[in-house]
């Protein structure tokens, strides 16, 4: 009995360590105190320094959702983009957020991120517990896409962007990169 209940923790153990392999998009496969490299190919990783610390996704239930989300879609007449990750390790769920509504992504381009006026691309940091940060007009961001490729739906690119909070206490994202595979 005891061989068994062994081999069943030993089974669920590497069912759990399969799911973060570089083949799940639920999951940057990365170590902890590192980013990921900026590819190109789809390869379903993304992270970024928060303050100068390394912030990557990570959701303690294996079972749970997503810790990544990526879409670029076209409803209601535009286009909108949309990254998020989140990290649970902590005592409080954390997050980055960047998007854009109404603008036609195209490779090699540029956009400051904004406040979220609706026409925009903007960034956002939020500490559930505490906290939530945004972009705005005067504490902006860049996203750079260095590739689009609508056929395989691979979108990849860069961002960085500093973030404000309600009383003015200021965040700092910087060296974010993804390379995803995207939700049309």
């Known amino acids: 009995m005891k061989n068994l209940i062994v081999v069943l923790l030993a089974t669920f153990s590497l069912l759990c360590l399969g799911g973060c392999s570089k083949d799940n998009p639920f999951e940057t496969p990365s170590t902890p ?55 649970d390790q902590r005592t409080r769920l954390r997050g980055v957020d960047v998007a854009s509504h109404n603008i036609v992504m195209q490779q090699g381009s540029t956009y400051t991120l904004i406040s979220d006026n609706g026409n925009s691309a903007f960034g956002s940091y939020g500490d559930f517990a505490t ?35 309600s009383n003015g206490e200021i965040i700092h994202i910087t060296e974010g990169r993804f390379d995803l595979e995207y939700t049309p």
Do not use: R
């Open 33 to 87: 105190d590192q980013l990921p490299p900026a590819t190109m190919v789809g390869a379903n990783t993304v992270g970024c320094l928060v303050n100068g610390e390394v912030f990557l996704p990570h959701k303690n239930n294996p079972f749970g959702s997503s810790s990544i989300t990526c879409f670029y879609q076209f409803v209601n007449g535009a286009y909108h983009f949309s990254l998020g990750f989140s990290n």
């Open 131 to 165: 906290y939530q940060y945004f972009t705005s007009n005067l504490v902006t961001g860049e996203l750079k896409i260095t590739k689009l490729d609508q056929a395989n739906a691979i979108i990849s690119g860069t961002f960085w962007f500093n973030a404000i909070s």
